[in-house]
Structure formats: C-alpha cells, structure tokens
T-cell receptor
Framework: GQSLEQPSEVTAVEGAIVQINCTYQ??????LSWYQQHDGGAPTFLSY????GLEETGRFSSFLSRSDSYGYLLLQELQMKDSASYFC????????????FGRGTQLTVWP | ETGVTQTPRHLVMGMTNKKSLKCEQH?????MYWYKQSAKKPLELMFV???????ENNSVPSRFSPECPNSSHLFLHLHTLQPEDSALYLC?????????????FGPGTRLTVL
C-alpha cells in the first residue's frame, strides 16, 4: 500500500512564505506531484519532482528527497488568491497513471 | 469548449435510479481517469483508461461501470448506488507519458444519493 502525510491546515498573511510538507510511504515510487484546488473547483497541477532537488516555477517551488521519502511545496509572496487546498500525490507502480493523493492541506491567507 | 468538461455538474438520484456521468477532453490526450472525492478523504483513483483500454480498476464496486468509447470521451454509469457514494466525481486526462505528473481535471459532478 501507500500513505501520504501532510498537515491539514496552514495559515499565513499576505506576502509571507509558507512551506507545506509531505511525507510518503510507497513502493514503486515514480515521483511527487502537487495540485491546487480552490473551493468548488477542479484540482490543477502545480509541479512535479521525479529526482531529488528543487523545482522552481514562479512563486511556487517544490522539493524532493527520495532518500527521506519527503517533499515540500514552498509558496512565496503569498496572495489572497492562494487560499486553497494543496495536495501532494505520488505516482507509483508499473501501471500507467496511478496517482495516490494525500488528504490535502487547507491554506488560508489573511490580509 | 476547452480543457476537460463534465456533465452534469450536479446530480441527485435515488438508490434505484440509473444515471450516467459524462466526461469529454479537448486536449488530444490518450489517457483518462475517474476519481472520487469525498469530504475529509483523499482523492481516490477509480478507473484508468489508456488508448480506450481499461488499465486500472481500483477495487471499485460493480455498481459503478465505466465506458470509454474513444480517447476523448469517458462515461461512468451508475446503478443501485448507496448514500455513501455521494461525493464529487472528477474526470481527468493526460498524455500517457505524463500520467505520473500532470493530469488535467474537469470541474466534477457533485453526486447526491438519497
């Protein structure tokens, strides 16, 4: 089986930096992805790490350490519109498209 | 229409009804997925189709029956559902080679089973 752990809630103020951690246990690991979902909306892809290290995309960065089974999403210069749920997901196994999601972290950004 | 569309957006049905959810992707992808999202639970992968062939059935009860007539369309046929099946049902698509990272999700169908 597999398990993913991430905090259930995080709060921050506009302009701040927030890090959302994700630890996982799985076999056949194929990479760690991050998705954002606003209330009532569809999940949207943010980033993907297959190898160790940091991936940067604008205000968002994602990090992976395969040896530690750990990753994080870093959100900088927070804006009100960043208030949403953030999910980490692991791809695993030899079967196409098997993504397993964490329970999500609800981020609230205050003015 | 662009991206991934789903109809209906909301559905209320009784336990004895038969209904179908529809998903269409306009992205030229070759893989499609059904997910279930319940409150306080992670997204659960239900079915995976690759080039119209089902490659994954994640121990889903037989009261859920998927159909993929072509790479652009995906259906989820529902019959004799239970109240605990009430959830948001999300469709997604991707290129097969990108299936482990970037999947594109539709807006979902909010299903309520009475």
């Amino acid at each position: 089986g597999q398990s993913l752990e991430q905090p259930s809630e995080v709060t921050a103020v506009e302009g701040a930096i927030v890090q959302i951690n994700c630890t996982y246990q799985t076999s056949g690991f194929y990479g760690l992805s991050w998705y954002q979902q606003h209330d009532g909306g569809a999940p949207t892809f943010l980033s993907y790490n297959a190898l160790d290290g940091l991936e940067e995309t604008g205000r968002f960065s994602s990090f992976l350490s395969r040896s530690d089974s750990y990753g994080y999403l870093l959100l900088q210069e927070l804006q009100m519109k960043d208030s949403a749920s953030y999910f980490c997901a692991v791809g695993r196994g030899s079967t196409l498209g098997r993504l397993y999601f964490g329970r999500g972290t609800q981020l609230t950004v205050w003015p | 229409e662009t991206g991934v569309t789903q109809t209906p957006r909301h559905l209320v049905m009784g336990m004895t009804n038969k209904k179908s959810l529809k998903c269409e992707q306009h992205l030229g992808h070759n893989a499609m997925y059904w997910y279930k999202q319940s409150a306080k639970k992670p997204l659960e992968l239900m079915f995976v189709y690759n080039f119209k062939e089902q490659t994954e059935n994640n121990s889903v009860p037989s009261r859920f029956s998927p159909e993929c007539p072509n790479s652009s369309h995906l259906f989820l046929h529902l019959h004799t559902l239970q109240p605990e099946d009430s959830a948001l049902y999300l469709c997604a698509s991707s290129q097969a080679r990108d299936s482990y990272n970037e999947q594109f999700f539709g807006p979902g169908t909010r299903l309520t089973v009475l």
